[in-house]
């Protein structure tokens, strides 16, 4: 598959990017290679990378714990301390190898560790292939407010190999879907019926075509001043969704993808009363994503709770909450002001 | 005095940095205006800020406490949540009022709030007016090791106001003198030759020239890839030695400065003996830092401890630690490698 060329560095897919991986290294001297994984990279993804990996630099593991409730500063201060241990200066290099929490929190680590180290991701799941790959955001959680703290910073390049996804359990591997379901959504609607008649044999078309959407979108709009925009479909009212069950002690947390799932049925909603997109449209929607994801039943008396988060969301200014609206497929339209009363309506039409 | 246009952004003096100021907020449309001060700036040079700010816009104290100690992602993270708390967006404004500390940490802090937002920095120091105004380093200590997390980052603008310098004890205006004579050794021997001669009423002068010669340095090269190195002067050893202190349990923390002086002398003993740097240069700086600066009397047993901190500055690499020497005044040479024995040696002649 041809490389992807985003806005400071490549993305390349499979063989080809440990090939292109091996002349880096060796071009741009560095002093040590550090990898960081959690325990379910460290254990599935390493042993496959290190098989491909050609090199004589010294190498270092940098081990987290896995989940998005490490994803916060304490595990930053853990890694800078292990890379300052381990002599790192600034000529290292450091690897991200996992999902979006690996992959966020290093990229923002390394570029945060004395003033900037070069990093590379590998991302291992279908969600950060699909999403992190492209877009340049880094960054942790400040409590419960997701990817408070952050940074727009770009890798050296990007690794993408469905081997990785091999060691991915099935509710892992379903999460990234929804990403993708949102590409074609907002952009690309031979993309959302292809997820519909999806086969696992070409679930590397499906990837690298998303890649080239988020790509063309974060190309025209880098900061996020406008079109950038659109691949927030779903995430406004997901975002608060997912950090609510992650708040919550007694609720199972949801994957980014069943998160972002439901918001996006109840953004779709949502568009139906105020842009007039059309009722079948949602139907499809709804019944596409409840094919692919499990129903969660939202408690009402969870509704406040869950609007409350939605007002801290980084895309808000001065408390107003801006949604992505679709007039249709592939059309849309940006800073979208939507009341609580249709919101909640959306999310018992979600639960209908 | 004339702004100086620093990289991407203009150093305003006295009171043409309140108009320019009041134009930029008024252009901008900033949400929320957050000041970041300490107990000493807040009730110092707050009052006095406030005096000369024209603004309808929502203003938040956020006050963190004075001194190096600080400086750390633990301080961080209470302004990330009180600008947070007070609501703080995209479109905030972090304005930093106080010296090194909190212009340092207020830049990172903005910089990584929601992935950027904008700062200003009013230096109120000598020091942090001398040093921290230019050159877009931004960051905080890992344990002892200092600036070790942080980034590249730049204000929207810098006000420079000698009015904040009579805040301040004896001992902190002093502290900047230290980077005032190196500016004045690696780049204008009339400079070095002013502070000699060193008058109160000539601060601004002393001031304007130095913020001058580290812009030119930093212009030519932002990122130190070599010319900007020079900037290092005394400061291989002097951030060793403040570090040790910072430590110590047991000993009275030393100011930056104070430090500084002391790598100063230091170093210029060691060009003395490799490159061969005349030797009444070498008292010259002696004598004229001690007339300025406190005697020290550093422990030989501490020499050890000192020489183990070297190793962690952010300039080495890979283990090696590198110095910036003099040939003459104005004439420098990077990178050097210095002996550990040639090194406490030069400690034993600061001593004598």
């Known amino acids: 598959m041809q490389t992807i060329k985003a806005a400071t560095y490549p993305i390349h897919f ?9 002349k880096l290294l060796s071009e741009k001297k560095y002093s040590t290679l550090f990898i960081l994984v959690d325990e379910n990279t460290k254990e599935h993804c390493y042993p496959r990378f290190l098989a491909k990996l050609n090199t004589l630099l010294s190498i270092k593991i940098i081990e987290i714990e896995s989940g998005e409730i490490h994803k916060n500063l304490k595990t930053c201060v853990s890694v800078w301390n292990s890379i300052t241990d381990f002599g790192g200066d600034r000529k290292s290099l450091l690897i991200t190898l996992g999902g979006g ?12 560790f004395k003033r900037g180290i070069d990093f590379i991701n590998i991302p291992t799941t279908l969600l950060s292939m699909v999403d992190a790959s492209v877009g340049g955001k880094t960054g ?13 910073a770009n890798p050296q390049m990007v690794i993408i190999d ?6 991915l359990a099935a509710r892992e591997l379903t999460s990234g879907m929804a990403e993708i379901i949102k590409h074609g959504l907002i952009y690309d609607t031979k993309l959302f019926n292809q997820v519909k008649e999806f086969k696992k044999q070409y679930i590397n078309n499906l990837i690298y075509r998303s890649i080239e959407i988020k790509n063309e979108v974060v190309l025209q709009d880098p900061k996020e001043k406008s079109l950038r925009k659109i691949l927030n479909y779903g995430h406004t009212l997901g975002h608060a969704i997912e950090s609510f069950y992650l708040e919550s002690d007694e609720k199972e947390n949801l994957t980014h993808g069943e998160a972002i799932s439901i918001g996006m049925i109840c953004e779709s909603y949502i568009s139906n009363k105020l842009l007039n997109f059309s009722t079948n449209k949602v139907t499809e929607i709804k019944e596409t994503i409840l094919s692919i994801f499990p129903k969660i039943t939202l408690q009402e008396s969870d509704f406040l709770a869950i609007l409350d988060l939605l007002k801290h969301d980084k895309k808000n200014l001065s408390g107003n909450v ?9 059309d849309y339209k940006i800073d979208c002001k939507v009341s609580q009363e249709l919101i909640i309506e959306s999310l018992i039409y979600y639960n209908s």
């Open 162 to 167: 469905d081997v990785y996804l091999d060691t």
């Open 14 to 22: 499979q063989q080809k990017g440990y090939q292109e991986l091996e």
């Open 140 to 152: 942790v959680d400040l409590g419960v407010l997701k990817n408070q703290i952050g940074l727009f």
């Open 322 to 330: 801006n949604f992505v609206l679709l007039y249709d497929f592939e």
């Open 101 to 112: 929490v690996i992959t966020d929190l290093g990229g923002f680590v390394a570029s945060c």
